[in-house]
């Protein structure tokens, strides 16, 4: 009896200290794997979730769309789609079909232009029934690998597209994501919609995780014909659901059928139709997300700003030029203050050859303020149409070379006669 309890007694020593040691073992690899997740996402300055309360009313095409207006304003960005039961971010950028590769170091996102990276689940499944048999914490794997496994690299903004409700996905990437600026949330204007809105605005107080803002999409529908506006699904609920429950409401986009055949075409829309009055839309809704705050940095950290990246830029690049160009579809724009983008174009002044060129929308008409947000772009030298005195003063302060005058032609013609010094150049239409 008395042997018996001994043996006893050893045994479970013996499997309580081997109990630890398995208990130990995984506490230490999920601290390890918790410092690597924390690695890679302290290199992402602004981290946003897209959400909808139910499926269908323009995420994935917001989400798209944003962050490649972020690209074109000169960002580094990142899109992670973690859509497992319908992502639509490779059809939407073209990109179906592409496959994921690895090094030791990680999986490497897929490059949809320099300073765009993308993930999604899409580029994992072979066949979309393939999402059917993730449960829950399968899904919660993947996308902590997403984050955790991905080199993304230093990133100025990630941006998530998550699901349709509240369920495994948007909880599992608001609990990875510890600091993420907020949720963007869209909505349409149908009340079922709304109150399914209503719902993640919840969800999100319940995480803890800020609303950046309700955009309502497919608000009312404006006739190519007659140009008058129709309120298909009625309009103003997305607005009224956003003040009662205080958040703020960033805009509404109107119902446009050339964002279906963009999306199914695989060029975003942005990039197919920039100055259109449903791009305008679009970049007036997502200005409060362009415009949020760098991250201000550590102490100890080297965080290099788009300011000494031109500058950098300019000492590097002897003998090129940037010029910058105010463009109204595709053409020079008459009225500098108010194009819909900038051409900027690193120009070699010997041979005239454009190296590269950025198109990036043009921020809000406020007085004063293009000078330093062109500077800040890299441009070196602004062509334009008209100019006032005061904005031209502002530029040379900037170091800025001003060329008023120019005719409303396009950019490539424009820059060639500059760079001959053939331009032609007429009255200055803006001179007050
Ligand atoms: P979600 O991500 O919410 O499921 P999607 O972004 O996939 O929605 O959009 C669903 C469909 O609606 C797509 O065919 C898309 O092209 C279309 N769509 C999105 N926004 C608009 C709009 N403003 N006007 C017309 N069609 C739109």
Redesign the pocket.
Known sequence: MEKHKKNQTKDDQQSSSKGSHTCSQKHLNQLTEQLQLDERLDLIDHKILVL?G???????????NLALSLAQAGKQVGLLDI?IH?P?IPR?FGLEGQVLTGTQDGLKPIEYSENLKVISVGFLLRKLDDAVIWRGPLKYGIIKQFLKDVEWGKLDYLIV?SP?GTGDEPLSIAQLIKNADGALI?TTPQDLSINDVRKSIEFCRVLNLPVLGVIE??SGFVCPHCNNRIDIFKSGGGKKMAESMMVPFLGS?????D??T???SGLPYLFRYPGSE?AQAIQRALLPIMKLEARVPDKKEEIVTRQNINEDDVRADDGKINIAIPLVENRLSAHFGHCNEFLIAKVDRASGDILKRKLVPAPPHEPGMLPSWLHDQGAQVIIAGGMGQRAQQLFQQKGLTVVVGAESREPDVIIRDYINETLTLGENLCDH
């Open positions: 909808s139910k499926g269908g009313v323009g995420k994935s095409t917001i989400a798209a859509d319908g639509s939407l597209d349709p869209i999409n497919m986009i109107p119902l446009d059928p964002l279906v963009t999306s199914d449903t």
